[in-house]
């Protein structure tokens, strides 16, 4: 099987997906700290402390969708099985992943002085933003070259 540069890209986007997920999961089993250290909202960490649902429940939803992602981004390319709403799925992903690489450029620059770890964050997930665009325009075109 030979992949397209698109293709490829879009596998990367979908493996960084993946290692996003389980970073997520690793924080459940981590505990208050690791969610302090993945900038997690405050109320996660204190639901983190205190033992309540609120983080594992709210950590497993996210990991769940970032492992939707890499399915997605596998089927798109033939690496899986084609999945329903494929097309749908990857420009929603494609755009919510651009948004939040974007979106947070304000926030670079917090009370406490500059943010690397929302730098580096926001630069991987505009990556995977960028990956997804150019797996659903080469999805977009094969699916409009069958008949």
């Known amino acids: 099987m ?12 979908g493996v960084i997906a993946f290692a996003a997920a389980i970073w997520h999961l690793l924080c459940i089993w981590g505990g208050p700290a690791w ?4 900038r997690a ?11 309540t649902l609120l983080a594992p429940v ?12 890499t399915l997605f981004a596998f089927s798109a390319t033939g690496l899986i099985r084609k999945l329903p709403l494929l097309t749908p799925a990857l420009i929603t992903i494609a755009l919510l992943c ?11 620059l917090t009370p406490g002085g500059f943010d690397l770890w929302e730098v580096i964050a926001s630069s ?6 960028i990956c997804f665009i150019a797996g659903s325009v080469e999805h977009l075109s094969v699916v409009k070259v069958k008949p």
């Open 98 to 108: 651009t948004v939040r690489g974007i979106i947070a450029v304000p926030f670079f």
């Open 124 to 129: 991987v997930w505009l990556y995977v933003g």
């Open 41 to 51: 909202p405050e109320q996660i960490i204190e639901s983190a402390r205190q033992g």
């Open 58 to 69: 709210g950590t497993l939803v996210v990991a769940g969708l970032m492992f939707a992602c």
């Open 35 to 38: 969610f302090a250290f993945a």
């Open 2 to 13: 030979v992949l397209s540069l698109k293709s490829k890209l879009l596998i990367s986007g």
